[in-house]
């Protein structure tokens, strides 16, 4: 025993045994940073999948999102040619104001027909006579029966006329 209370003694075996426990301990301390450091990274990379799966989930619904987009995309833009070739028809169709403008000039033709003689003094009067019957023909029952039957017209009947007409057939 005297030996090893000799050996104990020495600086060199107190500088190796407290070298010794530095290193014990700085090892205890990487052992524990190196389990910690292993957590970690388990940790990250289960949470590195689940971002993975995440992020493949999120691209599949845009994909399918950008997909229904683009067709409804497509279909807006077909509507939007039927709209622009309906519009550009609508446009070509004759309005209200000039239809009864030709049901005006169509009754006076029809007078016109009737008194040659004269023409211009006489297609004047068939116009005055035309847009006279036209605005009594817009109130009332002419026009009624005009919205019910619309391809119908109703024509000035000149009483004068119709004998006239009548004997000369």
Known sequence: METFVDIISEPFTWGL????????MV?????KDITMLRRENARIATENKELQ???NTQL????KGNEQLESQLEELREQ??????????????????????????ESAVNVMRE???GFAPAWEK???????????????LKKLMRKVLPAGK???????????????N
């Open 17 to 24: 045994l407290l070298g010794l426990g530095l290193v014990i």
């Open 27 to 31: 090892w205890k301390l990487m052992r």
């Open 53 to 55: 799966t995440h992020l």
């Open 60 to 63: 599949k619904i845009n994909s």
């Open 80 to 105: 939007n040619e039927n709209l622009r070739v309906n519009i550009n028809t609508v446009g070509q169709k004759a309005g209200r104001a000039e239809m009864r403008q030709l049901h005006i000039m």
């Open 115 to 117: 008194q040659a003689p």
């Open 126 to 140: 068939a116009i005055r006579d035309a847009e006279s019957a036209e605005l009594a023909a817009e109130g009332g």
């Open 154 to 168: 109703s024509t000035p009947a000149l009483e004068v006329n119709e004998p006239h007409i009548q004997k000369e």
